[in-house]
């Protein structure tokens, strides 16, 4: 074959096109490596030459109003696989299935999955199983950081506080609407590593460190809350009603003290499983619960009259037995009629057409500026993540029978912490108080500092003093001569009101079935506490509020009066030898039940805190002259705490059950068991650290 220059051309031309594409393409390649792909590139290098791991911060505890933990988080360990460092994934699997718990195959896929480079394999798993694998060596297999959330109390205000995730975030109630300042800022430890990822021995690591949440104080008082809590326990059990609702409440200030869902369920052990279950047992009914509130809202009623100069207490009123309303008749609740009677007595009596005439006497719009100013048809603006607004008609819409059936509590729906909220501006002196659950947040540690204090805020004035002291007589009145005196506790002025209210099913009115309730404070005088007790659907021949809501709402009255310090003071017509004064005994090193056993006979309330031990500590102090009656507080302990109120954390590892109780109560410590062992393994906070007495130590058994 003759080559000619023309061929020598071509084959010339041939060599630099496929040279020129071999560049093109070469160049191409590299800059979609280097330039689009420059980023997913030098991640997926990181990710192959570091490990990143995140130190989970430490949530926030929850503290009630006297500092008794009622939420806090302990120490656990997360599993991570690192499969390109796995040397035996059959081995790996075989032994992590077994301790943990988990699918043998799926344990393998992970172990020798090596697309990933680090593998989440189970998180807060307990130190027992920690220690087992540890002690295996199994290459591949870290630990990280974590933490697991704890409730000592398990279903104390369950509702009211929530619970977390596996994450660690809030989920429901107070957890979730102050998660963000609970939760903190998990933080990392970024180290260099070797292909397998494997830590390179001298290769640089940076610490991120976490930042912990706050500490969160309530105005929720342990102790309180938990007898309103027996007593709605109680209550369900003896007269078998569907529910039951009770919210404890500082009148003057708007300060919950207490909030009671029953039935309950420990927020340890959610039944996460059963969403319809769980989603019924957190509805939090004291704060969405929207329900006709029958004659608690003739408070509301009365207020109105009084303050717009519509009636006064000695007005007269007649009542047929019914009232003609726009040509309809509205009976009583009594069959036989009232026949004369003061505002008071008819208060007293509860009587509908008392009720009827003074909202036709104040008129539609003095009636409802009232409503409105009271909070009803509004959020009570609680710091919770959900609240009812109740139901209010607007009054463009309102005809005259609607008015008259409002003004004795129904065709009106209402929240319970809304009425609450409203009763106390009607007997605090005429303020309408924003109600709050958190106090203070402050951060963790043996020396907090408040970050954040909540003061008690005022919405608006909605009556005068003058009315609001008017109020406090009459609703006294209802206790000592009315409806109300299932609720009389001697020594103490109480003023309520009960109410007997229909239950509407299916959009009618539901034969048979009621809510009853009280609402009562003490003094009546000088108010200090206010307690609204609801009964949902009792199961019992009289249902009224008298008698199957009063008598439970005394029983909360009484015990947080004593509790409180608010000394009982008995009228000539009580027990005589209440009004003398006598000398506190000292009852310091003495058993506990015979401490008891001499307060009570010289006729003080006693209080322990502690059921192990001596007493150590007692208020009033032994020598204060005291009023029969007076709540003595005693402190059972077996040894005396530090000066500055501390302990330290006694050494209890390797001890049973009973033995790690009794030590840990003898040093004013209260426990509670992680675990299902019989011996004390370890401690949160640990053995030697100095705690404010009656701190919750968590102890793991195994």
Same mark, same amino acid.
């Given at each position: ?181 609970l939760a903190g800022v998990n933080g990392r430890i970024i180290a260099e590593t070797d292909k ?126 019914y009232k003609i309303v726009d040509g309809a008749r509205i009976k009583c609740w009594r069959t ?245 004064? /006598?000398? @506190? &005994? +000292? ?6 039940? !015979? =401490?008891?056993?001499? %307060?009570? $006979?010289? #006729? ?42 501390? /302990?330290? @954390? &006694? +050494? ?6 009973? !033995? =790690?109780?009794?030590? %840990?109560? $003898?040093? #004013? ?34």
């Open positions: 074959m003759k080559i000619t220059s023309y061929t020598v051309k071509k084959r010339l031309i041939t060599t630099f096109i496929v040279i020129a594409s071999v560049f093109i393409i070469t160049a191409g390649v590299l800059f979609y490596r280097q330039i689009i792909q420059a980023g997913w590139m030098q991640a997926k290098a990181n990710s192959q030459w570091t490990s990143d791991l995140t130190i989970a911060a430490k949530r926030g505890r929850i503290l009630d109003a006297n500092g008794n933990v009622l939420a806090q988080s302990a120490s656990a360990k997360t599993i991570i696989l690192r499969p390109g460092a796995v040397k035996e994934p059959d081995r790996v699997a075989d032994e992590l299935a077994e301790i943990l718990g988990m699918d043998r195959d799926t344990v393998y896929q992970k172990a020798t999955d090596k697309t990933k480079s680090e593998i989440w394999l189970k998180r807060q798993v307990e130190r027992e199983a920690e220690e087992k694998i540890r002690s295996l060596s199994l290459a591949g297999v870290f630990f990280t950081e974590d933490t697991k959330r704890y409730y000592p109390y398990s279903s104390l205000a369950a509702q009211l506080l929530g619970f977390v995730s596996v994450d660690g975030s809030g989920q429901t109630g107070l957890e979730l609407f102050y998660n963000s300042k397998n990822g494997v830590e390179l021995p001298y290769g640089v690591a940076r610490y991120l460190d976490a930042q912990n949440g706050l500490d969160m104080v309530l105005s929720v008082d342990y102790v309180i809350q938990a007898r309103a809590e027996e007593t709605a326990a109680k209550c369900l059990s003896e007269t078998g009603a569907e529910s039951v609702v009770c919210i404890v409440m500082q009148p003057k200030t708007g300060a919950v003290y207490a909030m009671v869902n029953a039935p309950t369920f420990d927020l340890n052990d959610p039944p996460r499983s059963d969403m319809a279950l769980l989603n019924k047992l957190t509805y939090n009914s004291a704060l969405l619960m929207n329900y006709e509130p029958g004659s608690t809202f003739k408070i509301v009623t009365t207020a109105a009259a009084l303050d717009s100069g519509t009636a006064k207490k000695d007005t007269m009123f007649y009542c047929a037995g036989t009629p009232h026949g004369s009677e003061t505002l008071q007595q008819g208060v007293c009596n509860s009587c509908n057409p008392v009720f009827m005439t003074l909202a036709e006497m104040m008129g539609k719009e003095t009636f409802y500026r009232y409503i409105r100013a009271f909070g009803f048809g509004t959020g009570t603006q609680i710091d919770f993540n959900s609240e009812g607004s109740g139901i209010v008609t607007d009054e463009k819409y309102v005809t005259s029978q609607d008015l008259a059936r409002i003004a004795f509590g129904q065709s009106v729906a209402v929240t319970p912490m809304q009425l609450i909220t409203a009763a106390s501006a009607a007997v605090n002196g005429g303020n309408l108080m924003r109600p709050y659950l958190v106090k203070e947040f402050r951060t963790q540690g043996s020396e907090p500092v408040t970050v954040e204090k909540i003061e008690p805020m005022t919405v608006r004035r909605v009556i005068s003093e003058e009315t609001s002291a008017t109020m406090r007589e009459i609703l006294e009145a209802v206790v000592t001569s009315g409806g109300g005196k299932n609720a009389y506790i001697p020594g103490y002025r109480v003023g309520g009101k009960t109410g007997t209210a229909q239950i509407y099913e299916n959009g009618k009115i539901a034969a048979g079935k009621h809510i009853a309730s009280f609402i009562g404070f003490a003094p009546a005088d000088d108010p200090q506490i206010i307690v609204l007790f609801i009964v949902n659907k009792p199961n019992v021949a009289v249902d009224f509020g008298s008698v199957v809501a009063a008598p439970y709402a005394r029983i909360i009255l009484e015990d947080s009066l004593r509790y409180l310090g608010v000394q009982a003071r008995y009228t000539t017509d009580e027990i005589a030898d209440y009004n003398k004064k /006598v000398e @506190v &005994p +000292d009852v310091r090193n003495k058993k506990i039940e !015979d =401490a008891v056993a001499l %307060l009570e $006979e010289k #006729g003080f309330y006693v209080l322990v805190s502690g059921d192990s031990g001596t007493i150590t500590a007692q208020s009033p102090e032994a020598g204060v002259a005291a009023v029969r009656g007076t709540a003595v507080c005693i402190t059972a302990s077996g040894k005396s705490a530090e000066t500055d109120g501390t /302990v330290k @954390v &006694p +050494d209890i590892l390797g001890r049973g059950e009973d !033995d =790690a109780k009794k030590i %840990l109560t $003898e040093n #004013g410590l209260t426990m509670l068991k992680v675990g299902n062992g019989k011996t004390a393994v370890y401690t949160t906070p640990q053995v030697g650290e100095k705690v404010p007495v009656g701190t919750v130590i968590i102890v793991e058994f195994h």
